[in-house]
């Protein structure tokens, strides 16, 4: 294997519903893949709103201007060997795609995680007390309630869950990450 391959940088890409265990995931993977010498870089989506994209909303150009934002860093990042976690919402498949065409461009890899519950399930678990609200009218344009989620139609990974265990999901993620070759690094250095 080239070193140039050894030392490829990725977007890991997360999208699904608020609750749906993006912040849970990101938080699960980052030591482990440090623990495999991958130098590490977070994006979430709640924490990008405060600094990033601070002054956005929630319409659809708004949203997408912040997609743009998160991909654009993630872009400049992972061409340089990081191995970037973003977690954001990211409902528009188009705006996905572009930033996946914009990372792959710059020869990263982008891989892009679905993390799918259902509806039901994430209203009864709301564990930041939005989809009460959302529902109730309190707060417009929330996703999967009174705003659109255009699914991915092929991610690289598909975690469910309201069915997996978050060992079980971020195994899953790891194990697809090591089919890819994007763990190499590790045996690198190893
Ligand atoms: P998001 O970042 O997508 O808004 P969070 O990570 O904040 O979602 O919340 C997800 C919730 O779901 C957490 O309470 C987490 O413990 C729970 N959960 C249960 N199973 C899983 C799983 N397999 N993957 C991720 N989170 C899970």
């Known amino acids: 294997m080239s070193q140039q391959q050894v030392e490829r940088g990725f ?9 749906a265990g993006k912040t849970t995931l990101t938080e699960a993977l980052v030591p482990q893949l440090r623990l495999r010498g991958i130098a590490v870089e977070v994006l979430d989506g709640d924490e990008v709103r ?3 994209s601070k002054g956005l909303g929630f ?7 912040n997609i743009r934002r998160i991909g654009y860093v993630s872009r400049l990042l992972s061409r340089n060997g990081v191995g970037v976690i973003a977690a954001a919402i990211s409902p528009y498949r188009e705006i996905r795609d572009e930033v996946r065409a914009s990372v792959e461009a710059d020869g990263a890899a982008f891989v892009e995680v679905y993390v799918k519950a259902s509806l039901d399930a994430l209203i009864a678990r709301d564990v930041k007390g939005l989809y009460k609200k959302a529902l109730a009218g309190e707060i417009k344009q929330f996703t999967g309630v009174s705003d659109p989620y255009e699914e991915p ?4 990974v598909v975690v469910e869950s309201d069915r997996e265990t978050v060992e079980e999901s971020a195994a899953k993620i790891l194990s697809r990450l090591e089919e890819l070759q994007l763990l190499e690094r590790a045996r690198a250095v190893r």
Request: no cysteine.
């Open 11 to 19: 977007t890991l890409w997360f999208t699904g519903l608020s609750g």
């Open 50 to 52: 405060t600094n990033l």
């Open 59 to 65: 319409s659809k150009e708004d949203r997408d201007a």
């Open 153 to 156: 139609v092929r991610p690289e």
